[in-house]
């Protein structure tokens, strides 16, 4: 049974910076594609990126040249670099693994407020 478990949020003001991760259990972590999403009070999950198990990496277009996705095969963990925060990118994210059943995390609360 796969679990995922995400860590790293927290309060950051405007222009700031995160890094959240993810650590994954109970698969082959490098076969599989892993993703990041968010969902904002009041709205629905949206997609925010994707790296393959090759390394292949898409990010929304919301933020594209911000956020970073990386991935460490050796320790099964994905992560999340978010720089130059948002206020609109105040969400839980979430940890995605594209495993045919589609595993996600608890989630990891992020706010960004002055």
């Known amino acids: 049974q796969v679990q995922l478990v995400e860590s790293g949020g927290g309060l950051v003001p405007p222009g700031g910076s995160l890094r959240l991760s993810c650590a994954a259990s109970?698969?082959?972590?490098?076969?599989?594609?892993m993703g990041w999403y968010r969902q904002a009070p009041g709205k629905q999950r949206e997609w925010v990126g994707t790296?393959?198990?090759?390394?292949?990496?898409n990010y929304a277009d919301s933020v594209k040249g911000r956020f970073t996705i990386s991935r460490d095969n050796a320790k099964n963990t994905v992560y999340l670099q978010m720089n130059s925060l948002k206020p609109e990118d105040t969400a839980v994210y979430y940890c995605?693994?594209?495993?045919?059943?589609?595993?996600w995390g608890q989630g990891t609360q992020v706010t960004v407020s002055s």
């Open positions: 995605h693994c594209n495993d045919g059943v589609g595993s």
């Open positions: 109970g698969i082959i972590f490098s076969a599989y594609t």
């Open positions: 790296i393959t198990s090759n390394g292949w990496i």
